[in-house]
């Protein structure tokens, strides 16, 4: 179980300098919140006065993506990469909607441009991992990952990404001990929870097995 499911709104500007602002700083709250029909309508209404507005059509691909309209995402954050080239978070936006169209290596090409104008970029990093472990890159996934935690070694789901690909290599000692320090970060991180669960049933201890399955339904009931 890997963790690339949450496209974050992470990485935009809301200045309320301007009336546009403003009404984009109200789409990236609706977004956070979960309202993707009134974000991606207040973006299209920016857009309608302002087509070149990137951060609209940042936001408005991020929220494609997520109702799973994927070609559309793709358009439109195309569009704002081919605006701003320099700008690191576009192309990494670009590349998680890649991967969740499942185009690996157009994926990894925007996570390296990503790279390229912020090296120590660990969303970009992260991401990076996720894709080459996806291809079966074992080595090279675990320096990305390995170098996205250095940057943010506090952060649960890069462990978890980490103890996946250490799990994937056959590493079960360090893939335990991965989710383990995920959870001490943060103790329903569902993924952490559902990989640690696996780990004990493979190694036939089901009663712990059992409780963290429980517990992880537990945060997550629709899993």
């Not at 978070?89 to 090409?109: C, D, F, P």
């Not at 970029?121 to 080595?139: S, T």
């Not at 056959?170 to 989710?179: L, N, Q, T, V, Y």
Request: proline share 4%; aromatic share 4%; net charge negative.
């Amino acid at each position: 179980m890997d963790n690339l499911d949450k496209l974050s709104p992470s990485g935009f500007e809301t200045s309320s300098e301007n009336a546009h602002q403003q009404e984009f700083a109200v789409a990236v709250q609706q977004f956070a919140a979960g309202h993707l029909d009134q974000a991606a309508e207040l973006c299209r209404r920016i857009l309608g006065n302002t087509p070149e507005h990137c951060q609209a059509l940042h936001m408005l691909s991020l929220v494609l993506a997520a109702q799973g309209r994927i070609a559309e995402g793709l358009t439109c954050i195309e569009r704002a990469v081919r605006l701003e080239p320099q700008h690191p978070v576009l192309h990494v936006a670009h590349g998680r909607i890649l991967l969740l169209a499942s185009h690996y290596e157009a994926a990894i090409a925007a996570f390296e441009r990503a790279l390229g104008a912020d090296p120590a970029n660990p969303e970009a990093l992260h991401c990076l991992a996720l894709c080459l472990q996806r291809l079966g890159r074992l080595q090279a996934a675990e320096a990305a990952a390995r170098k996205a935690l250095q940057l943010r070694p506090a952060a649960p789901d890069l462990l978890d990404n980490l103890g996946v690909i250490l799990m994937q290599g056959g590493d079960m000692e360090a893939a335990r001990g991965c989710f383990e320090r995920a959870l001490t970060y943060a103790d329903t991180h569902p993924g952490a929870l559902a990989n640690l669960a696996l780990l004990h049933e493979q190694n036939n201890n089901l009663e712990a097995a059992e409780k963290l399955a429980q517990t992880g339904l537990a945060v997550r009931p629709d899993a």
